[in-house]
């Protein structure tokens, strides 16, 4: 009988199964390499233990000393060349037994079936006649292993059996590890960007899909083996160009998210980052959702990927890159500005430095919108998209706070085209003068989401993986958009040309005296839209004294345009810049017939109708002789006259149409008609709540009835929630009900306004009830006032004293006097009070020196004026109260409308 050569072949390890089995390859020419499985002849080693198998297969453990085994293979022989010795005639399917010699001379080569058991990690088959020779070197090795009580032969082997761990869920898993690095192994490549991996010491196995990248896929059929009908190219190479260089290898794992319950992370390995290589050699696309999770940043991968796409690499080579001619007619790819204007969530305009106007798109992200099913069907609900679309109007706000007047650089990064009737858009990467991103900040506050774009498309932001970085950390700390619960609402009621709205918020407006207010649109110079948050409404503004031209305008109903008047648009654009977006200060004196409301604004402390004079785009509107700041706009104006500033440019001293009117107002007298009341409330601004006398038996019998009426139908406890705004019953100090208006809610208590009395409180809210409706039709009888011709100091001392004294003069309440209204500004009546005897309750509060004398201009008032003009020096010179010691006007600034 004949024996058979052993065969010889030089090859080269890719993978240690066991502790006798492993995997070979030759040398790579095109493409990866038949593969062949050597199992080491003569020993029997320690069995590794197997996972469950959906097919019914038992989970089992390591036998001792299964891994050290393997592990010792491993680390002698993956990625070495060796030789190997088998014989052929007994390969099936690719499987020999054999022996491995590593060394490239054969007669000094390691053998590794000799290895393995001198150090006791393999037993000797001694049942094998046939090579008595291999058999016998074998037993003598064993035997000394034994002796030595080396590795399976020493004491307790129990000891050396794996325990692997299991991850019961991922994504706690990965929080708690994330960002650090784990020793591991890569135990099998499922394709070039996906591995499974033991994670050391504690054996876990995990699926990782390496972050920033994606290879080809190879597609398995039912069984789970590759399935040749579905060859996707590139996808052998990546998995072999991967394999080749990992398989079995000693790495680092940086765990960054979870996917689909799979990990998604980074191999770190000292010779390279192989997501990097594979994208260098066109094996691999970067993927934007995990680029940003990339370990040690993008900017690598992307420099990586931009190489192969330039030297059209494998998956590259039918790569063009994408063009956008829109980009080339932008002169200017860099430039600083000024933001004047946030059109939305995601638009400004910028003010250049040569004064014109830009209108920039922030690249890459989106705002916030309404979801599909949530889209409404009423276009004029489309308008209202500020404060309808939940987070809308707090991104916008976001930028305005941070943007509004502040200079910023540009850089423009792409064009869209116009297109389905959308203009042109420049979308640009904006950044403040400290650096920071300002889509990149609207994103990290979840204010915005970034858009998603094709494999193909360049056509993106310059900051993109920064963009995506945010908006990971976003949707991980659940902020703006991302959020599950606290969605802001905002329950905005427009009273834009709705006079019956106008008249029911135009109580609060006047009596808040300053109101802070944002302004949304300025129509023009004098005209502006403005938002309420503490009414949360929108009205129509207009400026109180003064006249200011308006610039052309569409006309009501579709018709022509109007023309614009001289100086309109100049007069639009220095409002504009003065207040758009900003946050000002209003005092709301009136409303016009259509429901618009007329009072003063301030910005920064300076008064626009004063502001509007003085820059000459304004003049004086003669029936403002009466307000406060009339002083400040006459001298506002006879500076602008004196400049010939705009509409003074050719001013002569002719008589105007408002010199014409006032005189007319010198024909008007005075007439008193008094009626008797009860002063019922005098506030801290000294304006005071009368009740008509005559009225007196009407409202006992009111508030009796109504009395009775809760009375014999008492609410049940914590039954009524009262709302502001609305009319409800209420208990005062003596434990009675009144009828009261609700006028703030904080918590368990109530601030509450007695209608039928002017005065105010706060009581805890059981002691509100509903108001039965037959309560409720009739008027308030308390109506508020203001003492006229008089003002109080700015000295708290002297306004308390004031006040007191007004209190006592009209008897605290329970006397009666005569009131006779004699003019009003903002919608409220100022009016003269005489006492029993006929003597003028303001004209001796000047006279004793509790209140100064408030000029009036108007011809009807001028006897008037001289008797409190000479009460008031009257209490000068002698020094009375708030004159005793010297001039108290000191302290009284000009501004505030006190001409003295």
């Known amino acids: 009988m004949t024996t058979s050569q052993p065969t010889k072949q030089r090859t080269l390890v890719k993978q240690v199964l066991s502790g006798d089995t492993v995997i070979v390859w030759g040398q790579p020419r095109n493409g990866p390499p038949a593969e062949k499985t050597i199992t080491l002849a003569n020993i029997a080693v320690p069995k590794l233990g197997r996972r469950a198998t959906p097919k019914g297969g038992e989970e089992t453990k390591d036998e001792p000393f299964a891994w050290e085994a ?45 290895l393995l058991v001198s150090e006791g990690f393999a037993s000797v088959r001694r049942e094998n006649a046939r090579q008595a020779t291999e058999l016998t070197q074998l037993i003598e090795l064993e035997d000394a292993a034994k002796a030595a009580k080396k590795g399976k032969w020493g004491a307790n082997p129990q000891d050396h059996v794996r325990n692997p761990k299991k991850i019961d869920n991922l994504r706690q898993f990965c929080d708690k590890h994330e960002r650090k690095p784990f020793q591991a192994i890569i ?41 040749p009908a579905d060859d996707v190219p590139y996808s052998k190479e990546a998995r072999y160009f991967v394999e080749s260089r990992l398989l079995q290898r000693d790495v680092e794992i940086v765990l960054e998210s979870v996917s689909n319950n799979n990990f998604v992370g980074s191999i770190v390995h000292p010779k390279g980052n192989i997501a990097e290589i594979l994208l260098k050699e066109g094996l691999a696309k970067c993927v934007d959702w995990s680029m940003a999770l990339v370990h040690g940043g993008p900017e690598k991968l992307r420099a990586a990927e931009r190489f192969a796409k330039e030297h059209k690499v494998r998956l590259w080579k039918d790569w063009s890159p994408s063009t956008n001619n829109s980009l080339t007619a932008v002169k200017e790819k860099e430039f600083t500005g000024t933001v004047t204007e946030i059109v939305s969530a995601d638009a400004l305009m910028v003010e250049l430095p040569d004064g014109s106007s830009k209108k920039i798109f922030l690249a890459s992200i989106r705002p916030p919108r309404l979801s599909e099913e949530k889209q409404p069907d009423d276009k004029q609900k489309r308008s209202r998209a500020l404060y309808d679309i939940p987070w809308m109007f707090e991104a916008r706000e976001f930028l305005r706070k941070n943007l509004i007047g502040k200079r910023v650089n540009v850089k423009v990064d792409y064009v869209m085209p116009a297109s389905n009737n959308f203009p042109q858009k420049i979308c640009c990467t904006v950044e403040t003068n400290t650096g920071t991103n300002v889509a990149e900040a609207m994103v ?17 932001s310059s900051h993109y993986d ?18 599950k619960k606290d969605i802001p609402t905002h329950r905005v009621q427009e009273v834009i040309g709705d006079v019956t709205k106008a008249k029911q918020f135009l109580p609060y407006l006047t009596r808040a005296r300053k109101t802070e207010a944002l302004v949304e649109f300025v129509a023009s110079g004098s005209r502006l839209r403005l938002y309420v948050p503490k009414e949360t409404c929108i009205i129509t503004f207009l400026l109180a004294g ?8 569409p006309a009501p109903g579709g018709g022509p345009p109007v023309g614009g008047e001289a100086f309109g648009e100049e007069a639009l654009n220095f409002t504009k810049r003065k207040v758009l977006q900003r946050e000002v200060e209003i005092i709301v004196e009136t409303m016009d017939k259509a429901g618009n409301y007329i009072g003063w604004l301030w910005i920064e402390g300076q008064n626009l109708s004063v502001s509007l004079v003085e820059a000459g785009f304004a003049s004086v509107y003669v029936a403002s002789d009466h307000s406060d700041y009339y002083r400040a706009l006459t001298e506002a104006e006879e500076s602008a006259r004196k400049a010939r500033l705009r509409r003074w440019k050719d001013y002569t001293e002719d008589k105007t149409e408002d010199d014409k009117a006032a005189e007319d107002d010198k024909v008007k007298e005075r007439k008193e008609n008094l009626i008797d009341v009860v002063v019922s409330e005098v506030t801290p601004e000294l304006h005071f709540y009368v009740q008509r006398v005559e009225q007196g038996d009407t409202l006992t019998e009111l508030t009796n009835k109504m009395r009775a009426e809760i009375d014999a139908n008492p609410p049940l406890p914590g039954s009524y929630t009262p709302k502001k705004g609305e009319w409800c019953a209420a208990k005062f100090v003596d434990d009675q009900w009144y009828r009261a208006k609700v006028e703030k809610i904080s918590g368990k208590e109530a601030t509450v306004m007695y209608i039928d009395y002017g005065n105010r409180s706060i009581i805890p809210v059981a002691n509100t009830a509903p108001l039965p409706s ?40 329970e006397v009666n006097v005569r009131l006779n209204e004699e003019f009003r ?3 409220l009546p100022y009016a003269m009070l005489r006492n029993v005897d006929g003597e003028d309750i303001g004209r001796t509060m000047v006279a004793e020196g509790r209140v100064f004398a408030s000029h009036r201009r108007e011809v009807r008032f001028k006897e008037l004026m001289e ?7 009257e209490a000068r010179r002698d020094h009375k109260n708030m004159w005793q010691y010297g001039d108290a006007t000191e302290d009284d600034a000009k501004e505030f409308g006190h001409s003295r």
């Open 70 to 114: 393997r592990e010792f293979l491993r680390k002698k022989l993956v990625g070495q060349e060796v030789l190997v010795k088998y014989d052929k005639s007994a390969e099936r399917n690719n499987r020999v037994y054999g022996c491995i010699l590593l060394g490239k001379d054969e007669n000094t080569a390691e053998n590794m079936t000799n």
């Open 546 to 553: 003064i006249n200011c031209p308006r610039g052309a305008r």
């Open 774 to 813: 037959c309560f409720a039709s009739e008027k308030p009888f308390a109506q508020e006032y203001v003492l006229a011709f008089v003002r109080l100091s700015n000295d708290e001392d002297y306004k308390n004293e004031a006040i007191a004294e007004l209190r006592f003069l009209t008897g605290n309440g």
């Open 187 to 227: 135990e099998h490549v499922r394709d070039g960007s996906t591995v499974r991996v033991y994670l050391l010491p504690d054996f876990y196995s995990i699926t990782l899909m390496i972050s920033g990248i994606r290879c080809p896929t190879i597609k398995l059929d039912q069984d789970g083996n590759p399935n």
């Open 825 to 827: 500004v903002g919608g």
């Open 444 to 460: 990290l506050k979840g204010f915005a989401t970034v858009v998603k774009y094709r494999q193909d498309d360049d056509q993106r």
């Open 867 to 873: 008797d409190y003009m000479a009460a008031e020096h």
């Open 466 to 483: 920064e963009l995506i970085a945010a908006e990971v950390k976003a949707q991980k700390s659940m902020r703006g958009i991302h959020a």
